[in-house]
């Protein structure tokens, strides 16, 4: 599978580190920037090595253990984490826009996004 791993949008991965990081988990009733309160080594001591280590090889390595600990753990389910500018595609792939509900109405945005959703399972690619 690929991932495009933007969680919140940090063009490092190591902006993550402060929602992620178990140091960052507050008990409940505290204002916590780790918000899913998450308390994971394995996922700390990767961010850690991710964060310290200079090494391009390394930081890779670490934050594959950080994406396989999230693919482990599931601390998130977004529904939807879109900030879409556009949408460029050839004109044989369809769907994209075309959000349609289940009473049979158009779909809008569901972030701040000028393009309406797109889930991928209604995209396809037609003949022409």
């Known amino acids: ?3 495009i791993w933007t969680q919140f949008s940090s063009p490092d991965p190591d902006g993550e580190y402060i929602w992620m990081h178990q140091a960052y988990a507050k008990p409940v009733g505290a204002v916590s920037l780790n918000f899913t309160r998450l308390k994971d080594d394995k996922l700390s001591k990767a961010l850690d090595v991710g964060r310290s280590n200079p090494d391009e ?3 890779k390595q670490a934050y594959a253990t950080v994406q396989e600990r999230l693919r482990e753990l599931v601390p998130f389910v977004f529904i939807d984490h879109l900030n879409t500018g556009a949408v460029i595609a050839k004109s ?3 769907g994209i826009g075309e959000h349609v509900l289940p009473d049979g109405e158009k779909g809008m945005p569901l972030t701040g996004s000028p393009v ?8 396809w690619v037609g003949a022409q």
């Open 92 to 94: 044989k792939v369809k």
């Open 57 to 59: 090889t390394a930081r």
């Open 116 to 123: 309406p959703y797109h889930p991928f399972s209604a995209v």
């Open 1 to 3: 599978a690929a991932t």
